[in-house]
């Protein structure tokens, strides 16, 4: 679901990047959710305490989030 209207923002991208363990202020310079009419604030910031309520399972690297809780197969 689009949460950020004005910048096409996904409640998925906001998700990875929460997971990753980014806080609020760091999604919204990476994404900029919540820049522009701000309407979007109040769901983006619900979406990152729920995901950080968790540990980070994942690193995003050039757009595309990877595991680190998994071990290298062998």
Known sequence: MIVCVCRRVSDREIARHARAGMSFDDIQFE???????????????????????????????????????VSPAA
Do not use: F, K, N
């Open 31 to 69: 994404l900029g959710v919540a820049t522009q009419c701000g309407q979007c604030e109040g769901c983006a910031r619900e979406i990152v305490d729920q995901c950080c309520s968790s540990q980070p399972v994942a690193a995003i690297r050039d757009g595309v989030a990877t595991r680190t809780d």
